[in-house]
């Protein structure tokens, strides 16, 4: 759900874009958030290669301006097993401790290695939603575009403690009762793995991209990438901090390509 | 001293294969590794500390007060701990949990093994059975390292005092003249081995029987009855006694946590009893009796602590040599904290304990003395997350010791790496 708000605003501010002039400005706007963003990746040897990936600038896509955007579209494969992780053994603990739900570890995330030109026009973000409810962030993926605040509000009747210390955002916002939200506003592209302070089998990953060309599959692994200009591309998905192996796709003028992966 | 030198030596191994090589740490797991379908749940936890007493002839010298002990031979503040945990599910009733743990590489102990039985699954009630956490307190249940934002420990949990269950001073004198040597103390009654005196509740071992635990709103109780006491919990009796103890804890509202606790049982053994009063007399009233009481209230980026704990020996009274005067009251302990935490920005926050242990006076021939030295603690420190499950803690400790035959004043520099999965 949060994720579909985000992409809906996202649509509405390309097209706000789209119909308005090529200033200078932006174009100079643009220019710099490549060139920080191209710099970050380079100071960070340690940053996934999520990242560098979807930083890189695009030298394939040429297409005129004029041409009709397409889509990519297919599924996913998941040919592995992933648990969620257990909660520590409540050795400690004078009785059983409170059932929890478990996250959905079927979403992947299928974006483009390379963004076309024109990906990295500022983006004033929008707003999501990781909602904590029965010990367990919901959604257990979300991907955004960077620049978006993300909400954490506690659906729980005790405390959470949301914290982050991955290096494209590292935050705290201690704890708060039931009732309560806290946001983080997300800058840099990356995965950001958020956990629990006191409850450390909760974990979530959030994915930050520069561009807005990627989506998360449904429960059949099916995804859909809109508003892609006609080129060719290095396409990647994701799932659970594994990528796969990078796949190339034409998307025909107005048209569709088709493009499906296998996670092993 | 070979033996502290070894240590010395595997703890530096231990540092660096942690520290040194973050990347070998991020090939190490970072959440409980789970099989059987999550029937079996196993995870682990590695703790190294060292702490150097600041004195003026010696910089890093060990704790020559004995502050710090945990037995006669062992510092919380010079330990290598490995810690593995395990829980396996048998159906929706029933849960095995267990720990064990080895510190500074000597044999590994099981600090908690026990059956975890839930009756009726909608209800929240459960029976364990076994070597189980404890009833009394807040503290000792605290099992993860991370769990304690300092690293030394409050001393009603550790500190061991002067008393023994298995041997027995002879008379009030004999027990003053012992005052501050509970690391390794000697009486003229019961076993005459030297070794270490009991803290007030001890946080390292825990004790064997069955214990009841229900929730019932905002209203948490358990009881339990086990082998030993508080103090000197016990697998095999050594007195034929029970230990009943009880808590009840109340959460009214978030962050909010308000606990009281009781515990009594017979405490001396069976074969010191007999030394002291001959025959064959065992049981009688010569049991550890303990109240509790404790605090823990958290909001945002800060969480505070307290602890009250009191407690009362009674011992039996041993023919008193001549010229000497007999102990003919319990021996009483309080001992009080509070601590707190406050996180600074993500992964690093600062933390202080302040702390207390005083005991009872007694009247020995030639002056009425509380019978062990009272102690005062305060330790800051603080905590660093090289990465979500390695945290580098450090502190600086004050102990003064009020009487005694040992030192009276110590401070101590410490750091801390723990790892956990």
């Known amino acids: ?264 | 001293m070979k033996r502290r030198g070894s240590t010395a030596a595997r703890l530096a191994w231990v540092v660096w294969a942690l520290a040194a090589s973050p990347a070998a740490a991020q090939l190490l797991p970072s959440e409980p590794i789970a099989f059987a379908d999550g029937r079996v749940t196993v995870s682990g936890e590695v703790l190294a500390t060292y702490g150097c007493e600041l004195a003026p002839d010696d910089l890093c010298r060990n704790d020559q007060g004995f502050f710090n002990y945990t037995d006669y031979s062992h510092s919380a503040l010079r330990e290598v701990r490995i810690d593995g945990s395990a829980a396996v599910k048998a159906g929706p009733h029933f849960t095995i949990l267990t720990e064990v743990r080895t510190e500074n590489f000597s044999d590994v102990q099981p600090y908690a093994l026990y059956l975890r039985i839930r009756p009726w699954t909608a209800r929240d009630f459960d029976i364990q059975v076994g070597r189980v956490p404890p009833t009394f307190g807040a503290f000792a249940r605290r099992t993860y390292a991370n769990d304690n934002p300092l690293i030394g420990y409050p001393l009603a949990y550790q500190y061991l005092t002067t008393v023994r269950p298995d041997a027995l001073p002879r008379s009030a004198d004999e027990l003053l003249a012992k005052r501050s040597t509970g690391w390794l103390v000697r009486y003229g009654v019961g076993n005459p081995v030297p070794v270490q005196g009991v803290p007030l509740v001890t946080a390292f071992r825990w004790d064997t029987g069955v214990q009841g635990h229900a929730v019932m709103g905002i209203v948490n109780v358990t009881g339990s009855v086990t082998s030993g006491t508080v103090s000197h919990p016990l697998f095999h009796d050594d007195n034929d006694g029970r230990q009943i103890a009880t808590r009840v804890e109340l959460r009214p509202m978030n962050g909010l946590v308000a606990g009281t606790s009781f515990a009594r049982g017979p405490f001396v053994s069976t074969a010191a009893i007999r030394a002291a009063l001959g025959g064959d007399t065992a049981g009688g009233p010569y049991t550890q009796t303990a109240w509790g009481g404790d605090l823990e209230y958290s909001r945002g980026y800060y969480v505070i602590r307290a602890e009250t704990i009191w407690t009362a020996w009674r011992l039996p009274i041993a023919e008193t040599p001549p010229r000497q005067l007999p102990i003919t009251e319990p021996l009483n302990a309080l001992s009080t904290y509070i601590e707190g935490r406050y996180k600074l920005r993500p992964g690093l926050y600062i933390a202080a304990r302040y702390d207390h242990l005083g005991f009872s006076d007694i009247k020995g021939a030639s002056a009425t003395l509380p019978w062990d030295a009272p102690v005062t603690r305060a330790e800051v420190g603080g905590g660093y997350s090289l990465q979500r499950n390695l945290i580098l803690k450090l502190s600086y400790q004050r102990n003064v010791r009020d009487g005694g035959v040992l030192l009276q004043h110590a401070s101590f520099l410490s750091a801390q790496l723990v790892y956990w999965f």
Not at chain 1, 129 to 135: A, G, I, L, S
Not at chain 1, 216 to 231: F, H, K, S, W
């Open chain 1, 1 to 264: 759900m949060a994720a579909i708000v985000t992409r809906s605003q996202r649509k509405e501010q390309r097209t706000q874009s789209a119909a308005a002039p090529c200033a200078a400005l932006g174009g100079l706007l643009s220019l710099l958030a490549f060139a920080s963003f191209v710099a970050l990746v380079s100071l960070s040897p340690a940053r996934s290669a999520f990242a560098a990936r979807s930083a890189a600038a695009s030298s394939q896509t040429r297409s005129a301006a004029a041409a009709r955007p397409g889509a990519i579209r297919g599924r996913v494969e998941l040919r592995r097993v992933v648990s969620a992780a257990e909660r520590r053994p409540t050795v400690g603990d004078l009785g059983t401790p409170a059932a929890r739900d478990l996250p959905d570890l079927l979403r992947s995330v299928v974006y483009l290695e390379s963004a076309p030109r024109g990906a990295f026009e500022t983006n004033e973000g929008g707003h999501a939603v990781m909602d904590q409810r029965n010990e367990t962030f919901v959604p257990h993926v979300l991907a955004i575009t960077t620049g978006t605040t993300v909400d954490f509000p506690n659906s729980d009747k005790f405390y959470h403690n949301v914290f982050s210390l991955s290096k494209p955002r590292t935050f705290d916002l201690g704890r708060y009762a039931a009732g309560h939200t806290r946001d983080v506003r997300f800058d840099r592209p990356g995965i950001v793995r958020v956990f629990c302070e006191i409850h450390s089998h909760m974990n979530a990953f959030i994915l930050v991209f520069s561009h807005p060309f990627f989506a998360l599959t449904d429960a059949e692994g099916r995804y859909q990438i809109d508003n892609v200009p006609p080129g060719t591309y290095g396409v990647i998905a994701w799932n659970e901090g594994t990528p796969s192996e990078t796949k190339s796709v034409t998307v025909p003028d107005g048209g569709t390509g088709e493009l499906d992966f296998t996670i092993r």
